[in-house]
């Protein structure tokens, strides 16, 4: 481990909930509104999904935005000086049975999420509890690949490139153990073109994918913030599709479920999406 990681990381065992995590807020919440990083982006998308919504409804929840990715971060830093609060913050689950149901199919289990609440300790919560592995794209950055996988790792988070071959995710299926994909971002080339929020745009086809292969279930998850430190689980039954002779249209046919389920999480807690990378590259172009 570096010596800055190893900085950072004893900077953050000193961070616990209370006047520290408090402080850190503010710390960080004024400068990063007053800069609003892609604020223009997280307007555009807001417009696109919630155009039925006034214009104080809109600025509200792009605030709401930049505060939860400002918490999302300190909770996370929070954990590192004990795991365990990793369970310990999660004070309701709902739809564990789903989980269990699942598992006891014996083909392992697919989650899909989104950047919506606070999906590191999403991710962290599946790590601990589920055997995930958690499917991420690594910065290009060292500095920030290692300390991000750090991070992950000391909540107990095992990870998988999306740049490693596939045969490691299905791999992880077929041992009954449980991989994680945050499906909601832009698909660029390699994705299919799929409504998203009525918006035809490009979709990550990973989760259809590893289900048509493997025959695992893909349970759609979420973790909702209550208040910092303190969240609630929501698991979704199993997503519903039949594996029809058409390879292409059926990814295609169980990549549009799979964005209808990921409406329903960023539509429970609007606040807590982060608006601000662009979902809707094709409609940025024009």
Request: glycine share 10%; aromatic share 16%.
């Given at each position: 481990m570096s010596w800055k990681v190893k900085f950072f990381i004893s900077f953050a065992k000193k961070i616990k909930p209370g006047w520290r995590a408090i402080f850190l807020f503010y710390f960080l919440f004024i400068p990063v509104r007053l800069i609003a990083p892609r604020k223009k982006v997280a307007q555009k998308n807001i417009e696109l999904v919630f155009p039925e919504k006034t214009y104080k409804e809109k600025k509200g929840m792009l605030d709401a935005s930049y505060r939860s990715m400002i918490w999302t971060g300190i909770e996370m830093l929070a954990w590192q000086r004990d795991p365990s609060l990793v369970d310990k913050w999660v004070v309701e689950i709902e739809g564990r049975e789903h989980m269990d149901q699942a598992f006891a199919l014996g083909k392992g289990v697919i989650v899909v999420s989104t950047h919506c609440?606070?999906?590191?300790?999403?991710?962290?919560?599946l790590g601990r509890n589920c055997k995930g592995v958690g499917v991420v794209r690594h910065s290009d950055d060292p500095f920030q690949k290692e300390l991000i996988d750090t991070l992950r790792h000391n909540g107990g988070l095992r990870t998988l490139g999306k740049d490693e071959p596939m045969t490691r995710a299905v791999g992880i299926l077929r041992r009954n153990e449980l991989i994680g994909l945050a499906a909601d971002q832009h698909g660029g080339g390699d994705g299919v073109i799929v409504p998203f929020f009525g918006q035809m745009t490009s979709t990550f086809q990973g989760a259809a994918v590893f289900a048509w292969v493997s025959g695992a279930p893909i349970l759609p998850f979420q973790c909702i913030r209550l208040e910092p430190f303190r969240f609630k689980l929501v698991i979704a039954p199993p997503?519903?599709?039949?594996?029809?002779?058409?390879?292409?249209a059926t990814f295609r046919s169980l990549t549009a479920k799979v964005n209808q389920e990921l409406e329903k999480m960023i539509r429970r807690a609007p606040g807590q999406y982060l608006w601000q990378h662009k979902r809707f590259k094709e409609f940025f172009s024009r």
């Open positions: 609440g606070n999906w590191e300790h999403a991710a962290a919560w997503i519903k599709w039949e594996k029809g002779r058409d390879r292409e």
